[in-house]
Structures are given as C-alpha cells and as structure tokens.
C-alpha cells in the first residue's frame, strides 16, 4: 500500500560525502515525520537524524555538522546529506516515516519502513 525506497548508498572513502534519497509512494494522503535510522554489523540500531512535517530537524551528537535532514514535500521524499564521513558511519541507513493514508472516511497512520541501503566508509 505504502512503500519507502531508499537510494545513493554506497562505498566511499573518508572524509568524502554520500546523499542518500528516500522516496514515499502509494496512496499518500500526508507524510508526517521523516527519519533515518543506521545500523552497523553487530550493533543496535541508531536514530541519526529526523524532520517533522513542519521542518523542524534534530540529529545524533555523532554527526551534528557532518549530516543534515531535508525533505521535499511535493515529491514525499527524504534527504540525508553526508559530509566529512568517517570508517564509524559505515552500516545499513534506514529510512523510516509516518505516513498518513486515506481509507474510506478515515486517515490512517502508518509506521513505514525502507528496506535499507549499504554505506561503506573505507579507503
């Protein structure tokens, strides 16, 4: 019904950037807060970054001034821009959002998940 499709992993080398992209699709009434998540090999999984639908943003302290979270409304989509990465932000980077969806009468929200996409920091 909803689907999030993450893009733009990959491996880079330190100290270099990654933008990853994360498109809603379906039938979208709204979307609401937009987050991405990370996890590395063997660890848990970490919040990295989060907008509101109003635009308000707040990141991990471990990449506060290296990545930042936008969104384009029209497109129900999703950035993380990544700068001066490090071997530490190599791990699986999800996307995750609260979409609204329009059953008959009533709106529904719906917890969505991307099916997540590979960041390799290495050189």
């Known amino acids: 019904q909803v689907q999030l499709v993450e893009s733009g992993g990959g491996l880079v080398q330190p100290g270099g950037s990654l933008r990853l992209s994360c498109a809603a699709s379906g039938r979208i009434f709204s979307v609401n807060t937009m987050r991405w998540y990370r996890q590395a090999a063997g660890k848990r999984r970490e919040l990295v970054a989060v907008i509101t639908g109003g635009e308000s943003t707040n990141s991990a302290n471990s990449v506060k001034g290296r990545f930042s979270i936008s969104r384009d409304n029209d497109r129900n989509t999703v950035y993380l821009q990544m700068n001066s990465l490090k071997p530490e932000d190599t791990a699986v980077y999800y996307c995750?959002?609260?979409?609204?969806?329009?059953?008959?009468?009533?709106?529904?929200?719906?917890?969505?998940w991307g099916q997540g996409t590979q960041v390799t920091v290495s050189s």
């Open positions: 995750n959002a609260v979409v609204r969806v329009l059953q008959g009468d009533l709106l529904h929200e719906l917890d969505t």
